[in-house]
C-alpha cells in the first residue's frame, strides 16, 4: 500500500466522522445463522471467541497506559467516533505501519480504542483490526477472518472516498452487551473528550 492511500484513509476518516454510521448498515455480515447450528459448533466458535479474547487482551494490556502506545506508533486519527443512536466507538490510535502491512495477527492489531473519561485520562476498551481489501485479494480468495470472527466489509464508493476495506472491533477490554464483535459499543461515550491528542 503507498502512502497516499495512508493519507488518503486518515485524511477521509478525519473529515467524515458521521459517515462511519454506513459501517453497521452497510457491513458484510457473511456468518450464518447459529441459531440451527449443531450444539458442538457452537461450543467450538464460543471457545475461539473466548481465545481471541483472551489473546487481545494479553497483547494490548500494556497499551493501558496510552502512552505506551504512543511510544509504539500508535496515533489518535480521527477524535472520538460517535453515533446518533449507536452508542460509540471511541478513540482509535491508528499504527500505519501496522496497516500498510496488511498482515493481520490477533497480537497486533492496527488499531486501539480507548473511551475518554471524566477526569481526564483514557480507558483502553478494545482494538481494531483493518485491511483494505485490495491487499487482502492480493493473496487470498475468501473475506478475512480471525479465529471464527468474520471482518466486516466496507465498501466503495463511500462516503469517505476510500478504497474498500475490512474491519473487526474487538471489544475485549469493555464488555459489549451487543456482542464482543460488534462495531459500535452501547455504553461508550465520547461526552468527556477534550479535543486534544494525548
Not at 37 to 44: E, G, T, V, W
Not at 155 to 177: C, E, I, M, Q, S
Request: hydrophobic share 40%.
Amino acid at each position: 500500500m503507498n502512502h497516499s492511500i495512508i493519507i488518503r484513509f486518515t485524511a477521509g476518516i478525519r473529515h467524515s466522522i458521521l459517515a462511519l454510521a454506513v459501517l453497521t448498515a452497510g457491513a458484510s455480515h457473511a456468518a450464518a445463522q447459529k441459531g440451527h447450528a449443531h450444539p458442538d459448533l457452537l461450543r467450538q466458535d464460543q471457545s475461539s471467541a473466548s481465545a481471541l479474547l483472551r489473546i487481545v487482551r494479553d497483547s494490548t494490556e500494556r497499551f493501558q497506559d496510552v502512552h505506551v502506545a504512543m511510544a509504539e506508533g500508535y496515533v489518535l486519527q480521527f477524535g472520538c467516533v460517535s453515533g446518533s443512536d449507536s452508542g460509540a466507538m471511541g478513540l482509535h490510535y491508528v499504527n500505519g505501519t501496522l496497516v500498510e502491512s496488511g498482515i493481520l495477527d490477533p497480537r497486533h492489531p492496527q488499531i486501539v480504542i480507548y473511551e475518554p473519561m471524566p477526569d481526564g485520562s483514557l480507558e483502553l476498551i478494545g482494538a481494531d483490526y483493518l485491511v483494505l481489501a485490495q491487499t487482502w485479494h492480493a493473496t487470498h480468495s475468501e473475506p478475512p477472518e480471525m479465529m471464527g470472527q468474520l471482518f466486516h466489509l466496507f465498501d466503495a464508493p463511500n462516503r469517505f472516498g476510500l478504497p474498500p476495506f475490512y474491519t473487526l472491533h474487538v471489544w475485549a477490554w469493555k464488555d459489549n452487551p451487543n456482542g464482543a464483535f460488534v462495531n459500535w459499543h452501547p455504553n461508550v461515550s465520547c461526552a468527556s473528550y477534550a479535543g486534544t491528542n494525548h
